[in-house]
């Protein structure tokens, strides 16, 4: 079984940063690739950003693309999503999200599928006021 934890969320002003952590454990012998999500309120859960195990692949919504950054901390199964330029419309709650090993590699195809993650942290609220 695999725990995830996110961290960092908060209020931010429109236009500032904040920066989320995810660490994941539970498979030491694994490096896992991983993966954020978002739901807003009265919203569908989607898709953010994600990066393969090995670092070399990431993925972004169009929506963030050159505003967020994802990318693998030092320690093992560890993720950050650094996001800048944050808009009202970025508010929500980011959930990060963990394939199982077994799963198959993040494809600019398969990225987006919900159900390819096995493992969902709590979440971290993130407010951006206008």
């Known amino acids: 079984q695999v725990q995830v934890v996110e961290s960092g969320g908060g209020l931010v002003q429109a236009g500032g940063s904040l920066r989320l952590s995810c660490a994941a454990s539970?498979?030491?012998?694994?490096?896992?690739?991983m993966g954020w999500f978002r739901q807003a309120p009265g919203k569908e859960r989607e898709f953010v950003a994600a990066?393969?195990?090995?670092?070399?692949?990431?993925f972004y919504e169009d929506s963030v693309k050159g505003r967020f950054a994802i990318s693998r901390g030092n320690a093992k199964n560890t993720v950050y999503l650094q996001m800048n330029s944050l808009v009202p419309e970025d508010t929500a709650v980011y959930y990060c999200?963990?394939?199982?090993?077994?799963?198959?590699?993040?494809?600019?195809?398969?990225?987006?599928?919900?159900?390819?993650?096995?493992?969902w942290g709590q979440g971290t609220r993130v407010t951006v006021s206008s």
């Open positions: 539970g498979r030491p012998g694994s490096t896992l690739s």
């Open positions: 999200a963990v394939p199982a090993p077994t799963e198959p590699a993040l494809t600019s195809s398969n990225v987006r599928w919900m159900h390819l993650y096995d493992y």
């Open positions: 990066i393969s195990w090995s670092g070399s692949d990431t």
